[in-house]
């Protein structure tokens, strides 16, 4: 049961451009939304997170926006850069303690 | 600080066998949770040790079993292999466990089964 759905699958953008990764949850009780990026060959590593009381959370380049009426939170990478082609998860937490992933966003920038 | 260490990084198994995999975690670190990572379902929870007890499980069948050592370093077993298990099994440690703390991953192990 796939309880946090995750879009694109993969993705294109030109360096300069913006990335745009959305993510839809179904269960309230998560209470919070981290951002992994994952590089060949490397595990995931903590990008940003966020929890359900604010709508948006920035840091550099990387923004959350969080919509909890929709169950919805999206990440964008502003002014994207060659170096920032990895692939990116969301994932959810909530009771029971444990994260749960979406399903990845292959992320390609092009120079 | 060292990071995550996984043991061995990649293996190779046939059906029917068992493999052990190792993961070390950050100095200081007290809690290592073991994920499952495939094309098809993505990175699925395993389950989690904090202080040598298991704390939390995912949902995946008894051939799937873990421990942690009083050092914290811990060790995942999966009995009579299957095709499908062929997988990048990651662990990642945090200080205080629970998903919603930072948690460090390691490289991964590449097990495949044939």
């Known amino acids: 049961q796939q309880q946090v759905k995750q879009s694109p699958q993969s993705l294109i953008v030109q360096k300069g451009g913006i990335s745009i990764i959305n993510c839809a949850y179904e269960n309230t009780a998560f209470d919070y939304f981290p951002w992994y990026q994952q590089f060949p060959g490397k595990g995931p590593a903590l990008l940003i997170a966020i929890r359900p009381d604010v709508s948006e959370k920035k840091e550099g380049r990387f923004t959350i926006s969080f919509n909890k009426s929709a169950k919805q939170f999206s990440l964008h990478i502003m002014d994207s850069q060659p170096g920032d082609s990895a692939t990116y998860f969301c994932?959810?937490?909530?009771?029971?303690?444990?994260?749960?992933f979406g399903t990845g966003t292959r992320l390609a920038v092009r120079p | 600080k060292a990071g995550v260490t996984q043991t061995p990084r990649y293996l190779i198994k046939t059906r029917g066998q068992q493999v052990t995999l190792s993961c070390s975690p950050i100095?200081?670190?007290?809690?290592v949770s073991w994920y499952q990572q495939t094309p098809g379902q993505g990175l699925q929870f395993l389950f989690e040790?904090?202080?040598?007890?298991?704390?939390n499980k995912g949902n995946f069948p008894g051939r799937f079993s873990g421990r942690q050592f009083s050092n914290s370093r811990s060790e995942m077993n999966v009995s009579t292999l299957e095709l499908g298990d062929s997988a990048l099994y990651l662990c990642a440690s945090s200080s205080v466990g629970g998903g919603n703390n930072e948690q460090f991953f390691g490289p991964g192990t590449r097990l495949t089964v044939l």
């Open positions: 100095s200081g670190h007290r809690s």
């Open positions: 040790y904090f202080s040598e007890t298991q704390r």
């Open positions: 994932a959810a937490v909530g009771s029971g303690d444990k994260l749960t």
